[in-house]
């Protein structure tokens, strides 16, 4: 997975490099308005909300602990996408947005202690395919690759006393969609809405026995800006 997650990341530099070059040599190479044939990088912003579930690994019936959180989120994307039979455009992908996604549960199965989990980043690699009903605005689906970092800890709920911490990864999948406007000189705008599904993973403390089988959700909802230059 960190293998697949740095490709995509190292391919986002590469492009975003070219692009910068593409742009500094002439601000005239920005696509023409009617076409959406171009390779684009920008940033976003909005809100994130995670759902997260923790059963017995060996009993999926038995529930440990829930969390839920929402949090602001913001970070980048770069893509391409080729317009084609005249209203049709297909592209690639790649975002990253940090999140403050942040929540503690206790109780039940935990007993005396306190479960918190934190949610620093998501990142996706899709595919877009989207239909341009005017020459300046685009409507899309997307879908494709998705990953993120959970950081986790227990303390003893009455005095805070740390017990144990553990990290993990975990890849799943996305879909979602959105609008996207373009205005003059290279620059676009759109809103979007990304439903991320994980795969569960067996989270083990180091100190302790396991927490068991997490299962996590996010879902972004975001508005953003993007700078087109180029060809595919």
Known sequence: MRIALAAVLAGALIAVGAGQVAVAADFGSAPAR??????????????????????????????????????????????????FASHWVVGIQGLWDATGLDASTTGGLLGPLTLHGHIPWVAT?????????????????????????????????????????????????????????KLAHGWSVFAEYDYLGFNSVVVSYPNSHNLGSVSQNVQLAVVGLNFRFGTP
């Open 34 to 83: 009617g076409s959406w044939t171009s390779c684009y990088v920008g940033g976003n912003a909005g809100a994130a909300w995670d759902q997260t579930t923790v059963v017995d690994e060996v009993d999926p019936t038995i529930f440990i602990a829930g969390l839920n959180a929402t949090a602001l989120a913001g970070g980048g994307q770069i893509g391409c996408d080729y317009q």
């Open 125 to 181: 690699a899709t595919v877009r395919l989207g239909y341009a009903p005017s020459p300046n605005l685009l409507l899309y689906a997307k879908g494709g690759g998705a990953w993120t970092h959970t950081d986790t800890n227990l303390y003893v709920t009455a005095d805070g006393t740390p017990v144990d911490a553990a990290s993990f990864d975990q890849s799943g999948w996305t879909a979602g969609g959105g609008a996207e406007w």
